[in-house]
C-alpha cells in the first residue's frame, strides 16, 4: 500500500504555512499573467480590427475604382456607338446624294483602292461589290478583259500606262465604249492624298460634233465642186 508523502499534521501546518508565505507571489504572478493575456488579446483584437478596416477600406476602393472603370467604360462605348451611328447616318446620306447623280462618282484613297462609287459608275464598268477596295489599275484592266473601251483595243497595255498618267496628274481624257457612248472620265486629287473620279455620258455631245464636222466636210466638198464648177464654164 502507497503511503501518502505527507503522513502528520506538523508537515501540513508546514506546508500551508509555506504555500501562505508565497501565497502574495502567486497572486500578483496570476494577476501579471492574466493583466498579460489582457494585453494580448486585447493586442490581437486591435490588430483584427485594423486588419479588419484595412481589407475593408480594401474592398470599397476596389469597388469604388471598379465602378468608375465600368462608367468611363460604358461612356466610351456610348460615344463610340454614338459616333458609328452618326458615321453609318453620314455614310448612307452621301451615298444617297451620289446615287442621285446623273454622272459616274468614284472616290479612291491615298492607296488607290476604290472606296465608294453610285450605280452608274459601277454599271459603266460593270463592276460588282466585290470591286470594293481594289486599285483602280485592277479595275481597269477588268475593264479591258471584258474589251469595254474601244480606245484601249490592240494597244491594252500602252492605253493604261496612259491612262494612269493622264489620272495621276489629274487631268482628263475621253473614252468610248463598246456599247457606243462616250465618257468623259475626269479625275482631281484630294487633300489627302485620294482621288475623285466623275464620269460624264458626251455621246450626245459627241454625236452633235461628228454631225458638225461632217456638215462641214460637205459644205468644203461643195464649195470646191462649186469653184471647179465656175472655172470650168469660165
Known amino acids: 500500500v502507497t503511503q501518502p508523502y505527507i503522513t502528520h499534521n506538523d508537515d501540513w501546518?508546514?506546508?500551508y504555512s509555506q504555500l501562505k508565505e508565497i501565497e502574495p507571489a502567486l497572486h500578483l504572478l496570476t494577476l501579471d499573467a492574466l493583466r498579460f493575456?489582457?494585453?494580448v488579446i486585447r493586442s490581437m483584437r486591435d490588430e483584427v480590427e485594423d486588419a479588419f478596416w484595412q481589407l475593408l477600406v480594401s474592398v470599397l476602393t476596389i469597388t469604388a475604382v471598379t465602378v468608375v472603370l465600368v462608367l468611363l467604360l460604358l461612356r466610351q462605348v456610348n460615344r463610340a456607338a454614338v459616333a458609328q451611328r452618326e458615321?453609318?447616318?453620314v455614310r448612307e446620306t452621301l451615298s444617297?446624294?451620289?446615287d442621285s447623280i446623273n454622272d459616274g462618282f468614284a472616290f479612291y484613297d491615298t492607296e488607290d483602292r476604290l472606296i465608294l462609287c453610285n450605280d452608274v459608275y459601277m454599271n459603266m464598268y460593270r463592276l460588282g461589290d466585290e470591286f470594293l477596295g481594289q486599285s483602280y489599275e485592277d479595275i481597269t484592266r477588268h475593264a479591258l478583259r471584258q474589251r469595254l473601251l474601244v480606245s484601249a483595243q490592240g494597244q491594252e497595255?500602252?492605253?493604261l500606262r496612259e491612262r494612269l498618267t493622264?489620272?495621276?496628274?489629274g487631268g482628263t481624257s475621253e473614252i468610248k465604249l463598246t456599247d457606243g457612248r462616250w465618257v468623259l472620265a475626269s479625275d482631281h486629287p484630294t487633300a489627302d492624298g485620294g482621288t475623285v473620279g466623275v464620269r460624264s455620258d458626251i455621246t450626245e455631245r459627241k454625236s452633235t460634233e461628228q454631225e458638225l464636222h461632217q456638215?462641214?466636210?460637205a459644205a468644203k466638198t461643195a464649195a470646191k465642186a462649186k469653184s471647179e464648177f465656175l472655172a470650168i464654164m469660165s
Do not use: F, H, P, Y
Not at 493622264?166 to 496628274?169: A, E, G, I, L, M
Open 96 to 98: 444617297k446624294a451620289i
Open 166 to 169: 493622264t489620272r495621276r496628274k
Open 157 to 159: 497595255e500602252s492605253w
Open 87 to 89: 458615321a453609318a447616318s
Open 13 to 15: 501546518d508546514t506546508v
Open 37 to 39: 493575456d489582457i494585453e
Open 215 to 217: 456638215a462641214l466636210v
